[in-house]
């Protein structure tokens, strides 16, 4: 028999620091552990946190393998995250969610409350195709377009698609979420967007009791400053808005002291 591989190694998951509190740092879409490069030496200074990588991640080994039928969902994602605190043994964590993992966060709460005590929601969103009543950002045809690029030339599309998300004045945050969108790869990008993209999780703010803290740039081009006050809405736990005065979908990349800021806030929040 094979040991089968714990789910701490497979998700490249460490622990940084040793602060009272603790810290869970998720990733989004396309990107892997190293956006959180500009916050990590602070955050560790004064908590314990634990940063990982999804399995859609590039630098995660034997990519090829991604289970697209299985992570077509964002519940196995969140099954995921709860197996992976039980195992690292963490309890009444601080969740920070960036993108797609802020609805993971929700989701994993709702199952398991006892393991969060606040979560924070980067640039996230629970649905991005608009309704007649609802403004998610996109329409239908601008998503079927954006399947059609990744699938046609990734290697032209990543790069390109980097510079429309992340400010496009720090060169150097795009150029890394660019390298780590690249790592990803087709097989991979293209079934996890149609996942993204097209999922819809707006019934599940309703169920979330943890309180929360949303973070949203000024202007992100993927998310609309109306989601966060929709999201405000429906959440059942205590709720608050912190909006930073910044471009793009990347704040903890290119605005990592605002950032910082908000964060050390949620921390006494969440006491």
């Known amino acids: 028999m094979v040991a089968q591989k714990s789910i701490s190694k497979s998700m490249n998951a460490k622990i940084l620091g040793s602060g009272k509190q603790t810290i869970v740092l998720a990733h989004g879409y396309g990107g892997d552990n190293s956006v959180w490069d500009n916050v990590i030496n602070p955050l560790s200074e004064l908590y314990q946190v634990l940063v990982f990588d999804w399995s859609f991640s590039g630098v995660v080994k034997d990519l090829d393998l991604f289970d697209a039928v299985k992570y077509s969902s964002y519940d196995a994602f969140a099954d995921d995250l709860i197996d992976l605190l039980e195992e690292m043994n963490l309890k009444s964590s601080v969740f920070v969610g960036h993108s797609m993992s802020g609805m993971i966060g929700c989701i994993a709460s709702v199952k398991r409350p006892d393991l969060f005590t606040r979560l924070v929601l980067v640039a996230s969103s629970p649905r991005f195709i608009n309704t007649d009543e609802y403004e998610g950002g996109f329409e239908i045809p601008q998503v079927e377009q954006l399947f059609a690029s990744i699938e ?42 149609k996942s993204v993209f097209l999922s819809d999780h707006r019934d599940v703010l309703e169920q979330v009791t943890t309180p929360c803290t949303i973070i949203q740039s000024v202007n992100d081009v993927v998310v609309p400053n109306s989601v966060p006050l929709f999201m405000q809405k429906k959440i059942k736990g205590k709720c608050n808005v912190e909006v930073i005065d910044i471009e793009g979908h990347f704040p903890q990349l290119t605005a990592p002291k605002q950032f910082l800021e908000v964060i050390d806030k949620a921390m006494i929040d969440s006491l």
């Open 152 to 193: 046609s030339n990734y290697d032209q599309w990543a790069p390109s698609f980097a510079s429309i998300v992340v400010d496009k004045n720090d060169p150097l945050s795009v150029e890394k979420f660019a390298g780590s969108l690249t790592r990803m790869g087709v097989k991979t990008a293209l079934p996890l967007a």
